[in-house]
Structures are given as C-alpha cells and as structure tokens.
Nanobody, 126 residues
Framework: HVQLVDSGGDLVQSGGSLRLSCMVS????????AAWFRQSPGKEREAVAC????????EYLDSVKGRFTISRDNAKSTLTLQMNSLRPEDTAMYYC???????????????????WGQGTQVTVSS
C-alpha cells in the first residue's frame, strides 16, 4: 500500500519560513522522481518544484526560484521543501507527488505523477 504523507503547513507572516516534509512508504522511493505541487481555490494545480530520482536535477517555478529549495533523502524515503521569504501569493494547499522515473530530468506535468500526498495547507498573511 503506497502512502505519501505530507506535513509542515502552517499560518505564517509574510517574509517567514516553513519546511514541508513528505514521508513515503510502500514503494522504492529511489526509483521515483518527485515534486511539490500547489493549488489555491479557483486555480489549476501547479508544480512548485521537482526533483529527479537521484536528486541531481531540479526545476523550480519562476516565482519561487531563490526562495524555495527541494531536496530528498532516498535512504529515509522523504521529500522536503524549504520555503523562505514567503509571500501572500504562496498561500495554497501543497501536495507532494511521486512519478516512476529513471530519467535524468523531472516532470512538472501533474499527469505524470501516480502517487499523491493528502495535502498540507500553507497560509501566508500580509
């Protein structure tokens, strides 16, 4: 039974920081590319950052570059998103996702991902 459990969302003031975590079980995490997506009411789900299976390749949404960092620990089957200098427009439900891939890159299309966390709410107040 595959499970992705994401956590770490909270209410934070503009300029603050949060660290999201995703605990993965039921699959060989080292065989999967991974990503963080977010979705706010009335908007489509968008990829915030993705990471290849090895961690060697990353891709970020332009608006979060230099503020967010995605990382993984394959030995612990965990995915992390460090978010600094948060802005009110970062407010959304954040989801971790895993995609079976041995490729050197990662995907930003949510249709490429087979497994999803339940979501963790990030709210940034101005």
């Amino acid at each position: 039974h595959v499970q992705l459990v994401d956590s770490g969302g909270d209410l934070v003031q503009s300029g603050g920081s949060l660290r999201l975590s995703c605990m993965v079980s039921g699959l060989a995490f080292e065989d999967y590319g991974a990503a963080w997506f977010r979705q706010s009411p009335g908007k489509e789900r968008e990829a915030v950052a993705c990471l290849s299976w090895s961690g060697a390749f990353t891709e970020y949404l332009d608006s979060v570059k230099g503020r967010f960092t995605i990382s993984r620990d394959n030995a612990k089957s965990t995915l992390t998103l460090q978010m600094n200098s948060l802005r009110p427009e970062d407010t959304a439900m954040y989801y971790c996702a895993a995609s079976p891939s041995w490729g050197t890159e990662c995907f930003t299309d949510p249709n490429e991902y087979d497994y999803w966390g339940q979501g963790t709410q990030v709210t940034v107040s101005s």
